[in-house]
């Protein structure tokens, strides 16, 4: 067989699909969405006992909010019943509710300066990668390989 050639996809039984998900568990989005919550609380409370000002504690945590909100609905909308009718509604549900966190987001965003009083940008910007980057730490700390008895 040549590089080019593919071997034949050979679809799976039910008891090998059982078999799989067992084996490789998913990451909850709501693991990931309380990830976010914590990591955001930590970085409001480190700001502010480093600087002293609540204001940038405030500031750090509302960026974590920034992500967490956003991803809580996302989280929500993707768990909903219709989202696993079949394939096309999982595909178009997903583009929606990315589309949904993305301008919450940009709307919590814009509305920063209102809500928190003397906002610290770099506080918040600090606030909001941080809570991004849980993504990457629940993929990390994510459920393990089940062993079989």
Not at 33 to 51: I, K, P
Not at 73 to 82: S, Y
Request: charged content about 15%.
């Amino acid at each position: 067989m040549s590089e080019d050639e593919q071997p034949p996809i050979k679809p799976l039984s039910a008891e090998e699909a059982r078999r799989l998900r067992e084996e490789h568990p998913p990451v909850s989005p709501w693991w990931v969405v309380g990830g976010q919550a914590v990591v955001g609380l930590a970085a409001a409370l480190v700001a502010w006992t480093v600087t002293g000002k609540s204001s940038v504690g405030w500031s750090a945590g509302y960026g974590a909010l920034a992500v967490a909100i956003p991803a809580a609905v996302f989280a929500r909308g993707l768990t909903g019943r219709f989202s696993s009718v079949n394939a096309g509604t999982a595909a178009f549900g997903f583009l929606l509710w990315e589309m949904v966190k993305i301008a919450l987001t940009v709307a919590m965003l814009m509305a920063a300066p209102g809500l928190v009083r003397d906002l610290s940008w770099p506080a918040l910007l600090v606030g909001l990668v941080l809570a991004m980057k849980v993504y990457w730490v629940a993929l990390a700390f994510a459920p393990r390989r089940r062993t079989r008895k």
